[in-house]
């Protein structure tokens, strides 16, 4: 696969998810082996639901495209968005492999149940509230979006410098994040961590 092929997968997903694409820069390929990857530049204005449908559909690509550094900024009605993904041309999905693959008509059920997985919250529609009614406290890290299948999931956080995308293992500021799941994330600063969920802030 070429750099023309990574834009056009890119730019038919992007269109299926409604995302309208200002620009999209191919860069250097890099590595070697299995961990070769080229990069993808990517300028877009879109809305929190379409954004996040464009990332789920990453997943069901025929090559691993992994979102690596994500910048959303609302902009009049839309989102602005500019991101990096890079492309690893030997590697596929899980979802697309053929032992991933087999026997998905019996798998039915838990399919729609990874289906209800996928959970995430517009913070660009209204305040959050918390269950009590009143708005929650505001954290330097607020967790305002998940976005998980069986492979891999994706946390969008907001922070001070504007809102980004985590996976886990990676590495924010002196904290690392640990976990993430359906409930939330957790994040961990040598031996203290503390756990981000979608409506509150929670320390241990």
Known sequence: MESADDVRIVSELATQSGVLLLAVEPGAASGEGVERKRELQLTARTNFVQL?????????????????????????????????????????PASATPAASAGVSADADEAAADDEGLVFFDPFAKPQISASGEPGDVSELRLIGLLRDRTRGLALLDTPDGTTTVAAGQQLGVERVTQLDALGITLANGGATRTLTLMQTEAS
């Open 52 to 92: 996040m449908a464009f990332f789920h559909g990453l997943a069901q690509l025929p090559v691993l495209i992994v979102p690596v550094d994500v910048t959303v900024k609302q902009d009049g009605k839309g989102l602005s968005v500019a991101a990096t993904l890079q492309v690893y041309d030997a590697l596929r």
